[in-house]
């Protein structure tokens, strides 16, 4: 744990959450609606040659309409993605669950991931930081002027690509890399943590203390770190319902 963590302990509410839930159901099975008739369209309007696909209420891969898609769909080489590059393909389907979730705060997007200054290939960029993350199983060094750590991500925010690194096992010093949600820090700063509380603003080195928070909290719980995650998304939107119905509320499951 970072040293200005030391005695910064999981609240007994997240511990008596997270040891209710198994991890397949509750977090591999985490399924929200996404409209794939918005988002396919706007991927071609976009020039990309990407179709992403959900599953019907009996289970079948379809790719228009509005269907599911879950969690552990968000994976390479997923039947839910037809893509010449395959990383791309799941960056977007990442994107659609993302802004698709009602419990997290994201945006319905198509992300601009083109460099308008590239020379040939206006994709080359971001290609190369997904295949590196891919590949390697880390983030790529950034340029020497990258004051944030992160490479340079044309249009990819920290959550977007956070929930990306989930996706192909990207590790942090040892620790897999977490979804980060403004709504699940913004729980942490509530509790008393003290750190920048704009998810935008992260740094790497920053991104990297919130690893190590979730990772020693949920050897603390006997968890693992994505329920602490979804305790703390959950518990945002809890507080939420307290304060506009006036009655104390626990968080509910995805």
Same mark, same amino acid.
């Not at 794939?36 to 696909?53: K, M, S, Y």
């Not at 209420?57 to 379809?62: E, F, K, T």
């Not at 990258?146 to 990306?164: C, E, N, R, Y």
């Given at each position: 744990?970072?040293l200005l963590d030391d005695g910064f302990a999981p609240p007994e509410a997240c511990v008596q959450w997270c040891r209710a839930r198994a991890y397949p159901l509750h977090v591999l099975d985490d399924s929200p609606r996404l409209d794939l008739d918005w988002w396919n369209h706007h @991927? !071609?309007?976009?020039?990309?040659?990407?179709? /992403?696909?959900?599953?019907? /209420?009996?289970? !079948?891969?379809?790719?228009?309409?509005?269907? &599911?898609?879950?969690?552990?769909?968000?994976?390479?080489?997923?039947?839910?993605?037809?893509?010449?590059?395959?990383?791309?393909?799941? @960056?977007?389907?990442?994107?659609?669950?993302? *802004?698709?979730?009602?419990?997290?705060?994201?945006? !319905?997007?198509?992300?601009?991931?083109?460099?308008?200054?590239?020379?040939?290939?206006?994709?080359?960029?971001?290609?190369? &930081?997904?295949?590196?993350?891919?590949?390697?199983?880390?983030?790529?060094?950034?340029?020497?002027?990258? =004051?944030?750590? =992160?490479?340079?991500?044309?249009?990819?925010?920290?959550?977007?690509?956070? @929930?990306?690194?989930?996706?192909?096992?990207?590790?942090?010093?040892?620790?897999?890399?977490?979804?980060?949600?403004?709504?699940?820090?913004?729980?942490?700063?509530?509790?008393?943590?003290? $750190?920048?509380?704009?998810?935008?603003?992260?740094?790497?080195?920053?991104?990297?203390?919130?690893?190590?928070?979730?990772?020693?909290?949920?050897?603390?719980?006997?968890?693992?770190? $994505?329920?602490? $995650?979804?305790?703390?998304?959950?518990?945002?939107?809890?507080?939420?319902?307290?304060?506009? *119905?006036?009655?104390?509320?626990?968080?509910? /499951?995805?």
């Amino acid at each position: 744990m970072h040293l200005l963590d030391d005695g910064f302990a999981p609240p007994e509410a997240c511990v008596q959450w997270c040891r209710a839930r198994a991890y397949p159901l509750h977090v591999l099975d985490d399924s929200p609606r996404l409209d794939l008739d918005w988002w396919n369209h706007h @991927l !071609r309007e976009q020039g990309h040659e990407i179709v /992403l696909h959900g599953r019907d /209420l009996d289970g !079948r891969v379809v790719d228009r309409g509005i269907a &599911v898609v879950q969690r552990n769909d968000l994976q390479l080489d997923s039947e839910l993605v037809v893509a010449e590059h395959d990383a791309l393909g799941l @960056l977007f389907l990442c994107a659609a669950w993302r *802004s698709a979730h009602a419990s997290r705060r994201a945006t !319905r997007r198509v992300p601009d991931v083109f460099n308008p200054y590239a020379e040939q290939d206006p994709l080359a960029k971001i290609k190369t &930081v997904l295949d590196r993350c891919v590949k390697d199983k880390r983030i790529p060094e950034p340029s020497r002027d990258a =004051w944030s750590g =992160w490479p340079d991500m044309p249009g990819v925010g920290v959550p977007l690509m956070a @929930l990306f690194m989930w996706a192909v096992g990207v590790r942090r010093g040892g620790i897999r890399a977490q979804a980060i949600d403004q709504h699940g820090v913004s729980t942490l700063i509530h509790e008393g943590w003290l $750190e920048e509380p704009s998810v935008s603003g992260f740094t790497l080195r920053r991104y990297d203390r919130y690893l190590e928070l979730l990772g020693d909290w949920a050897t603390q719980v006997g968890t693992e770190p $994505e329920l602490i $995650e979804m305790w703390l998304v959950q518990r945002w939107n809890a507080r939420v319902h307290e304060a506009r *119905s006036g009655a104390r509320a626990e968080p509910t /499951l995805f």
